[in-house]
């Protein structure tokens, strides 16, 4: 069946240091990946995606890497900032299945200043 | 800044009590998803609706979830009788699919309905 694994659960870094979270998917038709911040006691909030034809994206501080044949993602954040200190995740969604997401069980990223 | 809406915030209620939670999507959006988050299980989609047509509830308990959308404007989430293991915050979700170009993924939630059941 459908299944997102992502890693760590916990990540803490130094303010300036760099932050990466890996997820891997199960199902090859797996077509659109999006990467989702959650602050406490907030909604998730979509911060960057990647689709099947494209390797990799970045956004200002914010990268995202695919590798189709592996299976998996990766969320990279450089130049950390206590503020994006939140829980990350991933998920997988599916073309001929309407737009569903697969979530990933979310990494709780801690910035110390 | 069109925002996905979901009422009430939260809700603290008695065990086999009915319980009702509603979700307005963003205007124009014509899917509607619906995710519970707990902290054992992470975010789990519950059930979507595509221009108010039942897509998939196979993550839903049947014998007492029931999710509508009655107009375009509206997604309801309803658990009758609620028990303590309901207690899980409720996130309501809309996007935008096209006919001709398929679903745009983009997914927006709304700020969550929290849920107590005692």
């Known amino acids: 069946g459908e299944n997102v694994e992502q890693h760590p659960s916990t990540l803490s870094v130094q303010e300036g240091d760099s932050a990466v979270i890996k997820c891997t998917y199960s199902d090859s038709a797996s077509n659109y990946f999006p990467w989702y911040k959650q602050e406490l006691g907030k909604r998730p909030q979509l911060i960057i995606d990647i689709r099947s034809n494209v390797g990799e994206k970045k956004d200002q501080r914010i990268a995202v890497t695919l590798n189709k044949t592996a299976k998996h993602f990766s969320l990279h954040i450089t130049e950390t900032q206590p503020e994006d200190s939140a829980v990350y995740f991933c998920a997988a969604s599916f073309y001929n299945q309407g737009g569903k997401l697969i979530f990933g069980q979310g990494t709780e990223l801690s910035v110390k200043p | 800044d069109a925002r996905v809406t979901q009422t009430p915030r939260h809700k603290v209620t008695e065990m086999g009590q009915e319980v009702t939670m509603r979700c307005q999507p963003i205007?124009?959006?014509?899917?509607v998803f619906w995710y519970r988050q707990t902290m054992m299980q992470g975010l789990e989609l519950l059930a979507y609706f595509r221009n108010r047509a039942p897509l998939d509830d196979s993550g839903m308990p049947k014998d007492r979830f029931s999710a509508e959308m009655p107009d375009a404007t509206l997604a309801t989430l309803k658990i009758q009788p609620s028990e303590p293991r309901d207690s899980a915050v409720y996130f309501c979700a809309s996007g935008l699919s096209h006919p001709s170009q398929g679903p745009s993924y983009e997914q927006y939630f709304g700020p969550g309905t929290r849920l107590t059941v005692t």
């Open positions: 205007l124009g959006h014509n899917t």
